[in-house]
């Protein structure tokens, strides 16, 4: 017997199990002669921008830097801060990665302890954590058909979400901030942030039109005794980025992350600096997909002979919807102890702590770190951290297990003090995520013939009679070797997926 078949390659997106890994910091360095000297640490913040994200030889390698704000008062009860950079470089050897594979890496700094050994000189000591994601686009071999003489084959027609090789690219926005006449010009800058999000993607042949907004945030200190001032910017950008296997049908699951910014304060002919110069990197991820269709065989058996057939599990996935929802967590700090008097500033960073699909349920917690920069009861300067735990829950419609990888980020930030001494902050936090169904398919890769009869074949008897109990023509002709054509034929059933519970004629040739 020669079974004539036909292969297809099915693309699917495997994720590997995530792999969290701890990164020390050290840094000792000293502030310029321009800067004043250091009479007491506030703060020492820590943020981690990763910056490349590859696989080499089978391993992950990951590079970026820790900014270090060193928030300090000087001698004169002045509020000042210093930049310093500590580049680092990770390499991780997951198991089942691959070179081409997309790795995506969510930081989370640590405890990070700061002290003067000299008034000019600091060391910083501290760790953080990052958790690492491989994905890959694995394609599996399957047969779509099988045939000869006395061979009967179940063939699945499926409709998924077919990815295409996920795409990472680095944009650089360069501009220009001008304080204008109504804001003081800039004695010192204090903090400094940037952060990325997507307004729109579109897919033009094969590639994707990215819109998005870098939010630009600056606290600084103007000339004088005056309090801190913040500005927050906001420019636009558009990319265009090749993508292969993109479509017009294509569906994009797009983010984005500020992951370096360089403030260049521009000093006018008088000697004032009202306009500050910036460069702002940003990381654009692409996971794309588009409807299709595909039709693989499922089952098989002969009854003329014996068969080998060999199966894989098929992982399948289906865009079910996208989940873009602000969700508002509030909270009111204590400091009744007098810790804090005056607000200069309050700023915050969310976390995610956990992520899950339970059934059809998203269930994410995390946690928000609060910053707040201002003076005490005293009037001293103080720069206080405290942090809120936060949980979101979001049900799906719909039936069967989903997949989502949930990304938060803070919209917006408002407080005020309340009359008991503290603060009342609500933080607007935006919860995006695109979902998936998830379906597990045996298919056959393989099929051939086994010398000998099929075991329990009945080449006697015409016809058996049986009365079946909720099992499908299929499983029936399957075990009698017989053909589903010929059992639906002889007690007029339409279908041979057709569950039967009633008694029923099998034709045995």
């Given at each position: 017997m020669n079974i004539n078949t036909t292969e297809i390659m099915f693309p699917s997106l495997k994720k590997l199990p995530d792999v969290t890994c701890e990164q020390s910091i050290d840094a000792a360095f000293s502030l310029p002669d321009y800067y004043p000297e250091v009479s007491k640490i506030l703060k020492c913040i820590a943020e981690i921008n990763v910056q490349t994200r590859q696989v080499r030889d089978g391993r992950v390698e990951i590079g970026g830097q820790a900014v270090l704000t060193l928030v300090y008062s000087d001698g004169d009860n002045s509020v000042n801060s210093f930049v310093h950079n500590c580049p680092f470089t990770k390499s991780l050897q997951i198991e089942g990665t691959v070179d081409g594979a997309f790795v995506s890496v969510t930081p989370k700094p640590g405890l990070i302890n700061s002290k003067a050994t000299a008034p000019r000189k600091l060391e910083v000591h501290g760790s953080f954590t990052m958790s690492v994601s491989v994905m890959l686009l694995e394609h599996q071999k399957l047969l779509s058909s099988a045939g000869c003489d006395g061979l009967y084959t179940k063939v699945t027609d499926f409709d998924y979400a077919e990815p295409s090789e996920p795409v990472t690219k680095s944009v650089f926005i360069e501009d220009e901030i001008s304080l204008g006449n109504n804001k003081p010009p800039v004695a010192k800058i204090i903090r400094s942030s940037a952060s990325a999000v997507v307004t729109d993607c579109k897919t033009v042949g094969n590639k994707a039109v990215v819109k998005g907004d870098v939010r630009i945030c600056i606290l600084y200190c103007p000339a004088g005794n005056g309090r801190p001032i913040l500005i927050?910017?906001?420019?636009?950008?558009?990319?265009?980025?090749?993508?292969?296997?993109?479509?017009?049908?294509?569906?994009c699951e797009c983010t984005a992350n500020a992951v370096s910014l360089e403030l260049h304060p521009k000093t006018s002919v008088d000697g004032e600096v009202r306009n500050i110069g910036f460069e702002c990197k940003i990381n654009i991820d692409i996971l794309s997909f588009k409807d299709a269709a595909v039709s693989f065989v499922t089952d098989a058996f002969s009854s003329d002979c014996q068969i080998d057939a060999e199966t894989v599990t098929v992982a399948a996935e289906r865009m079910e919807e996208t989940v873009n929802e602000n969700y508002v967590c509030k909270k009111s700090l204590d400091f009744s102890d007098g810790a804090l008097g005056e607000i200069s500033d309050l700023w915050c960073r969310s976390f995610v702590d956990y992520a899950s699909c339970d059934g059809r349920d998203i269930l994410v917690k995390g946690t928000i770190t609060i910053w707040i920069l201002g003076s005490d009861k005293d009037a001293a300067p103080c720069l206080i951290e405290r942090s809120i735990d936060y949980e979101y829950r979001y049900t799906v419609e719909g039936e069967g297990e989903i997949r989502c990888s949930p990304k938060v980020s803070v919209a917006a930030v408002n407080y005020s003090q309340?009359?008991?001494?503290?603060?009342?902050?609500?933080?607007?936090?935006?919860?995006?995520?695109?979902v998936f169904s998830a379906v597990t398919l045996k298919a056959?890769?393989?099929?051939?013939?086994?010398?000998?009869?099929?075991?329990?074949?009945?080449?006697?008897?015409?016809?058996?009679?049986?009365?079946?109990?909720?099992?499908?023509?299929?499983?029936?002709?399957?075990?009698?070797?017989?053909?589903?054509q010929k059992i639906c034929a002889a007690n007029e059933i339409e279908d041979s997926e057709t569950v039967c519970n009633k008694m029923l004629l099998i034709p045995n040739n």
């Open positions: 927050n910017e906001q420019r636009s950008f558009s990319q265009i980025i090749e993508c292969d296997g993109l479509c017009e049908e294509s569906k309340n009359s008991d001494g503290g603060v009342d902050v609500a933080v607007e936090l935006n919860v995006s995520a695109t056959l890769c393989k099929v051939s013939e086994v010398e000998g009869r099929p075991a329990g074949k009945d080449d006697e008897t015409a016809v058996t009679l049986y009365f079946a109990e909720g099992e499908t023509v299929w499983d029936i002709a399957k075990k009698y070797y017989a053909s589903p």
